[in-house]
């Protein structure tokens, strides 16, 4: 079992540019969340996606988008690119919405020059 | 909406010392409550997790204790190894909400 796996390990963006995150969620897994984790700070909720919608969404503005595919994988869109993105973002599953025992992949690095 | 409050920010003990660290949370409706490990440039991995109907969990060294009146619970780490170094960040998770949120996390350095 691979576990939660994301893709790309590392990017690099211009600022207004669009990036496009992927993650496959572990198996048995059909609940996906997605965190922007700043360097030296706590992972941040960007939204949760079950069942191929997004069921909660934390504090980002509309730029980060998402979707979910019917085979649970999920991806994170992030459209004109701030320096402020730049950050790991973190992908996590689990087996239902309640959050228990999610599960987090190794994120992407994503740095916005 | 939840706040989660950590503490300390860093803390150092020598190899074999216990090491504890604290959390607050804002939200009485929060019922789930991990920790999670997160060593340099790796992924954050849950080690423990705590349920609101419960008040204490241990699994080996480690042992969570939670005080759901005072909205406060705690990491208890007993006779530190090396490898038990890295930033540990505390959770919690409100039904309502549906969301993980993290404290500010905790950076454990074992000296040897």
């Known amino acids: 079992d691979a576990g939660v796996t994301q893709s790309p390990t590392h990017l690099i963006k211009t600022r207004g540019q669009q990036v496009t995150l992927r993650c496959s969620p572990k198996s048995g897994h059909d609940t996906v969340s997605w965190y922007q984790q700043a360097l030296g700070q706590g992972p941040q909720f960007i939204f949760q996606?079950?069942?191929?919608?997004?069921?909660q969404r934390g504090n980002f503005p509309d730029r980060f988008s998402g979707h979910q595919y019917p085979n649970y994988s999920s991806e994170l869109n992030v459209n004109a690119l701030l320096l402020g993105d730049s950050a790991l973002y973190l992908c996590a599953s689990s087996h239902d919405t309640s959050g228990w025992g999610a599960f987090f992949g190794q994120g992407t690095r994503l740095t916005v020059v | 909406g939840e706040n989660v409050e950590q503490h300390p920010s860093t803390l150092s003990v020598q190899e074999g010392d216990s090491a504890v660290i604290k959390c607050t949370y804002s939200d009485s409706a929060s019922n789930y409550f991990p920790w999670y490990k997160q060593e340099l440039g790796k992924r954050p991995q849950l080690i423990i997790d705590i349920r609101s109907n419960v008040g204490e969990k241990k699994d080996q060294r480690i042992a969570v204790t939670l005080n759901k009146t005072a909205k406060h619970f705690s990491l208890h780490i007993t006779e530190t190894q090396p490898e038990d170094s890295a930033v540990y960040f505390c959770a919690t998770y409100s039904g309502s909400a549906r969301q993980l949120t993290f404290g500010s996390g905790t950076q454990l350095t074992v000296l040897p």
């Open positions: 996606y079950y069942e191929e919608e997004e069921r």
